[in-house]
């Protein structure tokens, strides 16, 4: 089946710094990748939509110029936490669709913890 | 924001009882998925259902959709140990690709 890795896996950063965080799709492409957030014990909420050779598409209320979205290939997205707080302090999470548009491949999410 | 709603927020049964979690939501959908995700990892797509269809079956899953009252459930039987985790509903509107998560319900399967 499709795969979806992130990279890293987890991270300790000082406030103030920038994170980047990768999305691949091992096996297929995608021209479409989604990042989502997941505080603790919650749900995961859609930040934006990343879109090959094109801007993000970023949800009501997230803010773009904080978190950089770059769709660099049809196998790659990056998201960046720039400027860092701790209330950034999340669960990151991405999926790309498979072939079949129905099918979300999710990465297996990535813990920022910034100090 | 989220639309969904899930309940209950959190299941508690014995290994080999069934577990039944609902999803309701709030907009017309194209389809509704359930998704499993163990602490800490990635989700894991377990079952989609699409708005014409009203009930569907995979292996020890048993899914129900509901149009008219804009909701749906889960159902594991027998359940072992390692179903314990947290299980979302997520919808899917018109042509997007994107997914609206319900909040989820933590079951845990007591051995």
């Known amino acids: 089946g499709a795969v979806v890795s992130q990279h890293p896996s987890w991270v300790i950063c000082k406030s103030g710094t920038s994170v980047k965080i990768e999305c691949r799709s091992l096996d297929f492409q995608a021209t479409t990748m989604f990042w989502y957030r997941q505080f603790p014990k919650q749900s995961l909420m859609l930040m934006a939509t990343?879109?090959?050779?094109?801007?993000?598409?970023?949800e009501q209320g997230v803010e773009k110029d904080k978190f950089l979205i770059n769709h660099a290939s049809l196998t790659l997205s990056t998201l960046t936490v720039t400027s860092a707080h701790p209330e950034d302090s999340s669960f990151y999470i991405c999926?790309?669709?498979?072939?079949?548009?129905?099918?979300?491949?999710f990465g297996p999410g990535t813990r920022l913890t910034v100090l | 924001s989220q639309q969904g709603e899930e309940d209950p927020q959190a299941l508690s049964i014995q290994e080999g009882e069934n577990a039944t979690m609902n999803c309701s939501y709030k907009t017309s959908i194209n389809n509704l998925q359930w998704y499993r995700q163990n602490s800490g990892r990635g989700l894991v797509h377990l079952i989609l259902i699409r708005s014409n269809e009203r009930e569907k079956h995979s292996g020890r899953l048993r899914v129900t959709l509901d149009t008219s009252k804009k909701s749906s459930s889960l159902l594991i039987t027998a359940s072992r140990a390692a179903d314990t985790a947290s299980y979302f509903c997520a919808t899917s509107k018109g042509g997007a690709q994107k997914l609206v998560f319900g909040q989820g319900t933590r079951l845990t399967i007591n051995p």
């Open positions: 999926s790309a669709p498979g072939g079949n548009t129905d099918t979300q491949y």
């Open positions: 990343s879109n090959e050779g094109s801007k993000a598409t970023y």
